[in-house]
């Protein structure tokens, strides 16, 4: 049997700006908008090839990845021409674009299909004095059809949509929270437009095994140097394929012996040995006494059983969590 992993309670406030009294959105399962879902994919993945292309390369694809913002999702700055920046904007339901020489533009989210989508945005890229140069076919799609191609038409329901985004204001802030306990090497709260998933990693320092790949349209050579290095993961995507609803996920990299039988909280999380990873339904979350309890517990005792059965240097990784506006306390040197 496995032991259970420690469990570490947080006793922060909450975020800045966030009202933990306020109820967590309801999502519709994922059947009900998955279309509008999908149409919100492949405009991110348009966006975001374009971010890919004009970025340089840092560990991990982390240069290519959206940062959630309280109107919707943005690319932060792209060294392209002037210096670019674009937000999908769900409050005014648009795209805009913006150029460090004072230009801007947006493009309208509404119903319509991936091609006039995509060639709205070439557009609006060269209006801003950018290079409008990108690799265009979807990633991490079994079957992508290149965007060009992609005339159906698509709904775009921008209310389900903006429950979403909603949900994951909530998650994001309290991603944020469970990152701030580690002093490895850990990633961002970042959104990876292939996927489609709002994610934070954490880091052991050690190096992994080399990736097998065969990632659904994702280069072999992009994922070995992704997982180039020992992880615990988790993250926040909207459903799809065997999951009916959003949900959460944890997993490890490399898994190590026995961290699928470890025994997680909160009790509605479980293992999915199809997927190698465990699931929270997003539900049991919102619907919970205290949502931002029961995800810390689900964040903390994944992390846990990864950091304790792959033999971590916890002591050394981890500090008390973060609070608005308190430093850290520095460890002094020893010796």
Excluded at 12 to 27: K, Q, S
Excluded at 170 to 196: C, I
Excluded at 257 to 285: H, K, W
Excluded at 325 to 331: D, E, I, K, T
């Amino acid at each position: 049997m496995t032991p259970d992993p420690q469990i570490h309670r947080r006793t922060d406030p909450p975020a800045p700006g966030a009202d933990a009294a306020a109820p967590w959105p309801h999502l519709d399962p994922y059947a009900v908008w998955q279309p509008s879902a999908e149409a919100l994919h492949l405009r991110l993945q348009v966006v975001g090839k374009y971010r890919l292309a004009h970025t340089p390369w840092i560990n991990h694809a982390w240069h290519a990845t959206f940062l959630t913002t309280a109107r919707g999702w943005t690319t932060t700055l792209v060294p392209d021409g002037p210096g670019l920046d674009f937000e999908f904007d769900l409050v005014d339901a648009c795209l805009r674009g913006r150029s460090g020489d004072g230009r801007s533009g947006t493009i309208a989210l509404e119903p319509g299909s991936i091609a006039a989508f995509h060639a709205r945005f070439r557009e609006l890229v060269t209006a801003l004095g950018g290079t409008a140069r990108f690799h265009g076919r979807p990633n991490e799609i079994a079957d992508p059809v290149a965007f060009v191609d992609d005339t159906a038409e698509r709904p775009f329901d921008l209310e389900a949509i903006r429950r979403f985004h909603a949900a994951s204001l909530r998650v994001d802030a309290a991603f944020q929270r469970f990152r701030s306990g580690f002093l490895g090497k850990a990633s961002p709260v970042h959104l990876f437009w292939g996927s489609f998933d709002l994610a934070v990693t954490r880091f052991s320092g050690r190096a992994a095994p080399r990736h097998p790949g065969g990632i659904p349209a994702l280069p072999d050579a992009v994922a070995s140097e992704a997982y180039d290095r020992e992880v615990a993961s988790a993250g926040f995507w909207p459903g799809g394929g065997a999951v009916a609803g959003a949900a959460f996920y944890a997993y490890a990299y490399p898994a190590p012996a026995g961290y699928s039988d470890a025994r997680v909280q909160p009790e509605a999380a479980g293992y999915d040995v199809a997927l190698g990873e465990f699931l929270l339904p997003y539900e049991a979350v919102r619907s919970a006494p205290d949502p931002d309890r029961a995800l810390a517990d689900f964040l903390q005792s994944t992390y846990a059983a990864a950091a304790d059965l792959g033999g971590w240097d916890r002591d050394d990784l981890e500090c008390a969590v973060g609070g608005p506006g308190v430093p850290r306390l520095a460890r002094p040197i020893e010796g």
